[in-house]
């Protein structure tokens, strides 16, 4: 891997200093540091989609007060909407580093912080459907996995200042290039463990086969009504969707590790088809997806109803 990043390095710094640092910076047309010309029709495309998601992310936020949607999905979409305005630039300035530089940063991050919105909807889904079946506490899911996230996403933001003032200044992207990757490989464990003690908590659920004894005697009734009459639809979709967008999520992060892997100058990173569908393709399906099935529309109701049983529960039970 260390030869591949030093390959890599070296193919970029080629590409850098073939040009005049000044003349780059006026943007003339031509092949330059991301060894192709993007797209412009691609770019209008993302940065359109992503304007119109960040947007109604923002107006779902501040419709059910779910403020912790700001700092994930929405700030995922800002960094998706300022990378891809970058590439847009690119597309008729391809020489010009400071673009350059900012889609490195912007969509390298960008991704993170829409996992976390799926840390905290586990969290949501434990609470409603019964803790005695996971093995740590709600608010210990969104704990662990937001900081494991926090951490990927530093390590991540490091990695692509580093290598892009590299690429900027004509100097060896490599140390950039093997913190980014560092961080892609930190999240990448994070979603795999994500993915295992959620799947551990819903076999429990499905198999009544609780860690803990139930809290009071509403969570023990309300568990057994739910194995009788079946999962509530609506949370039957938000756990698909959920699924979905780690799923997404997680093809990315895969394609970003083997990207970086490959090397700056790797056949992998001077396809433009690749990261326009592994990367671009795979954050827009993921956070187009929590627009859609929101848990606004889909636990709130049914937390709402879960507090309305329990008060009713009391009153009957005094």
């Known amino acids: 891997m260390a030869t591949n990043f030093t390959s890599a390095a070296g193919g970029l710094l080629s590409r850098a200093q073939a040009f005049d640092p000044e003349v780059l910076l006026r943007g003339n047309t031509g092949i330059g540091p991301y060894d192709y010309v993007p797209t412009r029709s691609v770019g209008i495309i993302f940065t359109t989609l992503f ?15 779910l403020w912790w949607l700001l700092p994930t999905a929405v700030f995922c979409g800002v960094s998706e909407l300022v990378g891809w305005s970058a590439r847009l630039y690119s597309s008729g300035a391809p020489r010009a580093l400071i673009p350059f530089e900012i889609q490195i940063s912007a969509t390298i991050t960008g991704p993170t912080p829409l996992i976390a919105a799926n840390f905290v909807i586990l969290e949501y889904i434990i609470k409603t459907l019964g803790p005695r079946f996971s093995r740590l506490t709600p608010k210990m899911y969104t704990i662990i996995f937001c900081s494991c996230d926090a951490i990927s996403l530093t390590i991540q933001g490091v990695g692509g200042a580093v290598a892009a003032m590299a690429a900027g200044n004509g100097n060896d992207p490599t140390t950039g290039g093997t913190i980014m990757l560092i961080g892609i490989v930190i999240q990448m464990v994070a979603i795999s463990a994500f993915v295992m003690c959620a799947g551990e908590f819903l076999y429990r659920y499905a198999t009544n086969q609780p860690l803990h004894k139930a809290e009071d005697d509403f969570e023990k009734h309300s568990s057994v009504s739910d194995y009788v009459r079946g999962m509530d639809p609506r949370m039957k979709i938000m756990l698909y969707a959920m699924t979905f967008t780690t799923t997404c999520l997680f093809i990315r992060a895969v394609y970003r590790t083997v990207e970086l892997t490959d090397g700056w100058n790797g056949r992998i990173i001077s396809t433009q088809v690749y990261f326009n569908v592994l990367d671009g393709g795979m954050v827009t399906l993921a956070i187009y997806t929590l627009n859609i099935f929101h848990p606004g529309f889909l636990i709130l109701p049914i937390q709402r109803a879960t507090k309305r049983s329990s008060s009713f529960a009391y009153i009957d039970g005094v």
């Not at 119109?52 to 419709?63: F, L, N």
Request: charged share 15%.
């Open 51 to 65: 304007a119109i998601s960040t947007v109604a992310h923002i107006i779902q936020s501040v419709r059910f007060r």
